[in-house]
């Protein structure tokens, strides 16, 4: 068994996971990060994408809506706007988001903020990514 350490996601709304475990991995605006037991203290901002958690040999997947991850000796804290399991996410609104968005970015009207689309369009490929492998 890997050396475990302790994990908080936390939104908003919620404290989404506050339990021991043995590696995160993370999509930060640099790339991808690996979390495990020790790592050294950082903060940094985290992009639109996928948490992978491992722990007792299992693996588990959520949607992340960008935030910090701040890492120190005692444990590692993920602060997002917004954190789901697949099976939270609905599709149905994912996919009208996406459709919302995908039209905003093609109607190029300048009262259309292009760059909210592209975040909005990022944000719902990332739940739907994340929703299909549940």
Known sequence: MASKFHLQ??????????????????????????????????VTPLSIGKLKIVSDGQTREAAVAGGFVHVNGEKTVVITDSAEWPQEIDVNRANEAKQRAEGRIKSRTPEIDAIRAEIALKKALNRLDVAKRK
């Open 9 to 42: 996601i936390i939104t908003p709304t919620r404290t989404f996971l506050d339990e021991e475990i043995e590696m995160v991995v993370l999509r930060t605006v640099e790339g991808d990060l690996g979390i495990l037991k020790n790592h050294i203290p950082l």
